[in-house]
């Protein structure tokens, strides 16, 4: 009976690691997405004002850092994280929910042959006819319109238009 309740306790602990050891992926993303957009540009105009602004000694300098700008700062990461992950599993829902890589493969597919009727003559058209400098303005109102001809066969589609 003992070595029986060794083993189960056993592979509990081992359950137990294997969970702790699984990575939240959501986690992952939201700890990202607050540290690029949000953390570094704000340490990184924090730091350069510190140096050019802020004591004179290294030691005061650090001790400004942690003690009055850390702890909000740590405060609007906890509160960025809680709105980052909220939507980033609001969005994985509907994604999976709204089946939308099987919808986005299926209207590709109906859409290729009017790009095809499309663009080329635009990029094409433009190539021809316009300076290198005025490319992208021109492609840009082609994707404009190329953007209105496709809301039109959505709406359409959807029973909207």
Known sequence: RDNNN?????????AQSKSSTKINWVDVL???????????????????WLSLHG???????????????QPPLLALMFICLD??????????????????????????????????????FAVYLTFKYLKKKHYTVALNLCSVAWTV???????????DG
């Open 6 to 14: 060794r083993a189960k306790h056993r592979s509990q602990s081992n």
């Open 30 to 48: 939201s700890y990202a997405i607050h540290g690029g957009l949000i953390n570094a540009p704000i340490s990184h105009y924090w730091f350069e």
């Open 55 to 69: 004591p004179s000694s290294n030691t005061a300098s650090v001790l400004v850092d942690q003690l009055v700008v």
């Open 83 to 120: 709105i980052l992950r909220a939507n980033i599993r609001t969005t994985l829902y509907q994604f999976q929910r709204g089946h939308v890589i099987s919808k986005s493969i299926s209207n590709a597919l109906r859409v290729v042959p009017s790009s095809w009727r499309f663009w080329p």
């Open 149 to 159: 001809y496709l809301s039109r066969g959505s709406a359409a589609a959807d029973g």
